[in-house]
């Protein structure tokens, strides 16, 4: 039988366990950082503007986190541990799992700037929008720990359930965008809603960017 190579188990080797170690904490902050934004989204969506703040301000923290880890990743992989194309594969991954953070924590801010009372079919539109993120990364985390497990097939399955909530979004992003639209809103808060909107199927799409770096992985590990 053919031995799989699994270049992101890494693989149990006592040299490269702390990089290891630091993509699964990496794959959790991006997934926590996601969780603490649905907190502010749902905290909008009842008026405590309290929690929302404390949301935000989380997404934030989480945000940072993720930012380190990646920095500490690619030095430690900078220094040749790996061949040069599994090095520049998961350096890719990395980097695309860090756009994930960063493009949650733009919708975070986006949201914080937003203070007047939204009508009720924009905050349920949103809260379906962010529903799909959370559902996307969700599956993008298992399919990461599948892939870490050298469990191919389950991986390949999880990413392509990513792929079906992208579409999703993109319709999501449409039906957002139009409550949006034909609200009555003054024009700052009009703005920020419309580009709240963006940002989130945005979100989705640098998931989805992941998952199909997850695909590449599998693919290679057979």
């Known amino acids: 039988m053919k031995e799989m190579r ?3 188990g890494w693989l149990g080797m006592a040299e490269e366990k ?3 170690e630091d993509s699964q904490k990496h ?3 991006t997934y926590q950082t996601v969780k603490f934004f649905d907190e502010a989204i749902k905290a909008f969506a009842r008026g405590d503007t309290q929690a929302k703040i404390v949301a935000i301000a989380n997404v934030a923290e989480s945000e940072h986190k993720a930012d380190i880890l990646r920095s500490k990743m690619i030095d430690e992989l900078s220094k040749g541990l790996l061949l040069p194309p599994d090095r520049e594969d998961l350096m890719h991954f990395v ?3 860090d756009r ?3 493009w949650t924590n733009g919708a975070a801010r986006l949201l914080g700037f937003i203070e007047q009372k939204l009508p009720d079919d924009i905050l349920g539109n949103l809260s379906v929008a962010t ?3 959370v559902e996307s990364i969700t599956k993008l985390r298992d399919g990461i ?3 870490a497990k050298n469990d191919l097939k389950k991986a390949l399955e999880e990413c392509d359930i990513v792929d079906k909530i992208e579409h999703k979004a993109d319709d999501q992003k449409r039906i957002v965008i139009g409550s949006v639209i034909r609200a009555k809103l003054d024009p700052a808060t009009l703005l920020l809603s419309y580009q709240l909107g ?3 199927e945005g979100v989705t799409d640098k998931i989805e960017d992941a998952a199909d770096l997850v695909k590449v992985l599998a693919i290679k590990s057979k």
Do not use: P, Q
């Open 6 to 8: 699994n270049i992101l």
């Open 198 to 200: 963006e940002y989130l």
């Open 145 to 147: 720990h599948s892939l």
């Open 27 to 29: 794959v959790e902050e």
């Open 18 to 20: 702390s990089i290891l």
């Open 100 to 102: 994930i953070a960063d």
């Open 131 to 133: 529903d799909l993120i």
């Open 95 to 97: 980097k695309t799992l």
